[in-house]
């Protein structure tokens, strides 16, 4: 193993160098403080690595992404989302067999404590759906007797999350909740409990579940992203699934994060009242004191293409299409995305379209409202949630997570009596 050499104040330090299975090399530097009384600072933790993870590979370069080997590209192709929930939770693509085990689970825990939804009912209807979910998980613990933490839970939260989504729907519209059913995949489930008819069969569209499912998909994990290192910090003070989860939709929730789906359709309908003036939302992302910025754009790691803002400009078409719609919206993106990807602003900083550029136009289509929009994407996200949870908790290393800092308030003073203080 090489080591790297480190000289502070003096001192010589050798830190062991790990190399990861795609390359990638990171400075172990877990002795450093012991040694040298030095801590890192890293602002935003651009270039640091929270854990060792075997669940998901970026490369931000070549616009790589892969669930545990296999490429986001193949798996939104060939596998169904329940394939993908095995693959992320359980290490390994299912067997048939393990397929209909898990689907059979889904189906049962999807059913909730009747219980919650009194609970959603007592929330107000005009309440942001996010802020809605994550106080759903919350709820849902309250009525198991049970420590948060078993295959039980996670099968819960797992199914669960479909169920609390489309109950969440449904509230918000005023309209009578529909229980899940056993013979419905996880998106026929999602979409039947959403937009069905109470006391009616179901009447689901192929092209429609299908693009729900290759959506389920795309989001189902991004490594140590702002909400999955949300959901590891409040798991490693071993709080329960629910809560940990519970704090990851609200990181999710943020217009920089996941928020950023429904910014982007906000966005681009302004655009089009605005009459198509796409030169001046451009100009307005470049100006700085403008504190604007054009959503759906830039990524942390990504810096030549985000391949699921690639998958998914080709979906929205595909979508599109099958419906018989034609979204102007669409076509605005297209040609914000040109512009932008012409002007130097965007070109030196790298900014290229991310996952939610194009995803809100899909969910669009398929008659989902604006503000449910990033409740779509935790709907995928909570199986990379879990999965990040697991293996957190499962680590031989496992610590709380607990960051140092570079303290850099007053010194030491002593209290002045109040009369004299001014
Ligand atoms: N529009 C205009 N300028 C931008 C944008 C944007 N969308 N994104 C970054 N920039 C500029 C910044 O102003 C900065 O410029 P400077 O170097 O002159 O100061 C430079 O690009 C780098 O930006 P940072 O904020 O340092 O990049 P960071 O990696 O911290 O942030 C982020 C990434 C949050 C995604 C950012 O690009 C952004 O705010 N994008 C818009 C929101 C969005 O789409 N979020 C969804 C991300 S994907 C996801 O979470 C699922």
């Known amino acids: ?109 999807a059913v909730l404590d009747d219980g919650i939804k009194g609970f959603l009912k007592s929330l107000p209807k005009t309440a942001h759906p996010m802020s809605l979910l994550a106080s759903a998980y919350t709820a849902l613990e309250t009525f198991y007797d049970s420590e948060g933490d078993s295959e039980e839970d996670v099968l819960r939260v797992l199914a669960g999350t479909a169920t609390l989504s489309a109950y969440i729907y449904r509230h918000c519209k005023g309209l009578d909740f529909i229980d899940p059913r056993s013979d419905l995949d996880f998106a026929g489930n999602f979409l039947h409990m959403s937009f069905g008819k109470v006391g009616e069969e179901p009447n689901l569209n192929p092209a429609v579940q299908e693009a729900i499912n290759k959506l389920l998909i795309l989001h189902a994990d991004h490594e140590q992203n702002c909400s999955a290192s949300t959901v590891r910090m409040v798991g490693s003070a071993k709080a329960s699934l629910y809560m940990s989860i519970a704090a990851g939709v609200g990181a999710l929730s943020g217009p920089l994060h996941g928020g950023a789906n429904q910014a982007v359709l906000e966005m681009l309908t302004a655009v089009q009242e605005d009459g198509g003036d796409l030169e001046k939302y451009v100009n307005m992302a470049k100006d700085k004191s403008s504190g604007f910025r054009l959503m759906g754009f830039g990524h942390r790691v990504y810096k030549n293409f985000d391949p699921r803002a690639k998958i998914l400009k080709a979906a929205c078409d595909e979508v599109l299409e099958s419906l018989g719609l034609d979204d102007p919206l669409l076509d605005i993106a297209k040609k914000l995305e040109a512009v932008a990807l012409e002007d130097e602003f965007f070109v030196k900083r790298r900014l290229y379209p991310n996952v939610d550029f194009y995803s809100g136009i899909i969910y669009r289509a398929l008659s989902i409202p604006t503000n449910m929009f990033t409740v779509m994407f935790a709907l995928g996200r909570v199986s990379g949630w879990i999965a990040q949870w697991k293996e957190m908790r499962n680590d031989p290393a496992f610590r709380i997570h607990r960051p140092r800092q570079i303290y850099i308030g007053e010194t030491a003073r002593a209290i002045q009596p109040i009369s004299e203080r001014g």
């Open 1 to 109: 193993m090489s080591k790297a050499q480190l000289s502070i104040r003096g001192e010589d330090l050798e830190l062991p160098v790990i190399e990861g299975s795609e390359g990638e090399v990171g400075i172990d530097i877990s002795r450093l403080r012991g040694g040298t009384g030095a801590v890192t600072l890293d602002a935003g933790y651009g270039n640091t690595g929270s854990c060792q993870s075997g669940i998901t590979f970026i490369d931000g370069e070549k616009g790589i992404l892969r669930y545990r080997g296999y490429a986001i590209e193949d798996l939104a192709e060939k596998a169904s989302f329940e394939e993908v929930i095995h693959l992320l939770l359980w290490g390994e693509l299912p067997t048939q067999g393990q397929l209909d085990d898990l689907n059979q689970k889904l189906g049962e825990y």
